[in-house]
């Protein structure tokens, strides 16, 4: 007779077995991020920087654009300094040249850099995504025509493209956001371009052709979720860059018109100021410089953890 029982130590295998349960790629990226702490500590500091953007109403008294002609370039309440002013009230980062409070007006400009950064970026990432994949998938005469087309939109200077924008359409906040996307999106398409080359000849892609799937069902089931590993990365390095280049149309006067305020007006403001003033500039500047930080530390660490072969 054949023994059919199972031995304890075969059952609590099996039990085991049951218990293992594997991990998709996107939940192994999250855990390795997770161990990354400049990318952990970025995130957070991030958070928080939002979070005070959204409930800047509620974390002063002043509006941003409300002046105190009796607190006018007065020093932060902190400030050690025999000529500190605080005739207005408490200002924890001093006030402007014309007695605005400069916390409340930071948080505002945060509002504004940070939209025009994430608005411009997904106007570039649906653009750049959609372009850079069909050029890559379809390839041959489409494709060189496609990336002549980019080639010589990159030949354009920024600022004179966007000064024909703003000629155009006349200056206004939203049109930012099409002006910065409309460049950003060119170096998108090249990176999904240059990936849409690699997955196209994948077996799955064959897979698809055989059992009939069409070009664009192809692109958008198979080829475009296969790329959002490098974009989402690529996304995090150029929300940054279109914080700097928003920032850089506000200092040139191009951007954000006053009584609203960015970051860019601000560091243009406390410029004429950094002499007599510096904390009109330095204030600032310091957020800015750390929010590019954290972007950049963010982005370094989904490169890592979206990285298959970095185990």
């Known amino acids: 007779m054949i023994a059919t029982g199972i031995s304890g130590e075969g059952a ?23 161990r990354n702490r400049a990318a952990v500590v970025s995130i957070v500091i991030l958070g928080v920087i939002a979070l005070m953007a959204v409930f800047a109403p509620f974390l002063s008294q002043y509006g941003y654009s409300d002046t105190d002609y009796g607190a006018i370039s007065c020093a932060p309440s902190w400030w050690n300094d025999p000529g500190v002013c605080n005739a207005g009230g408490t200002h924890w980062f001093g006030t402007d040249n014309v007695g605005r409070d400069l916390f409340v007006r930071i948080l505002y400009g945060a509002r504004v850099s940070l939209s025009v950064g994430l608005a411009a970026t997904l106007v570039s990432l649906m653009i ?77 892609i064959e897979a698809a052709r055989a059992a009939g799937v069409g070009t664009w069902g192809i692109i958008r089931r198979h080829v475009i979720p296969n790329l959002l590993g490098p974009v989402i990365v690529y996304v995090t390095l150029t929300i940054p860059a279109v914080i700097l ?6 200092f040139l006067g191009l ?57």
């Open 245 to 250: 280049a928003e920032s850089f149309l506000s």
């Open 128 to 204: 750049g995504v959609a372009y850079g994949a069909t050029a890559g998938y379809v390839g041959g005469r489409i494709d060189a025509v496609m990336m002549r087309f980019v080639d010589v939109l990159y030949s354009l200077p920024f600022i004179f493209f966007v000064i024909i924008l703003m000629v155009a359409f006349h200056r206004n906040f939203y049109l930012l956001f099409v002006a910065i996307g409309a460049v950003e999106w060119l170096t998108m398409a090249r990176i999904v371009r240059g990936q849409a080359l690699s997955i196209k000849e994948r077996e799955y």
């Open 12 to 34: 609590a295998l099996m039990v085991k077995a049951k218990d293992v349960r594997g991990r998709s790629l996107w939940v192994d990226a999250w855990h390795r991020l997770l």
């Open 255 to 311: 951007g954000i018109q006053e009584p609203l305020t960015s970051w860019g007006v601000l560091i243009a403001d406390g410029k004429e100021q950094m002499e007599s003033y510096p904390w009109m500039l330095i204030f600032p500047c310091a957020f800015m410089a750390v929010t590019l930080f954290c972007f950049n530390f963010i982005g370094d660490g989904l490169r890592d953890a979206l990285d298959p072969k970095d185990r």
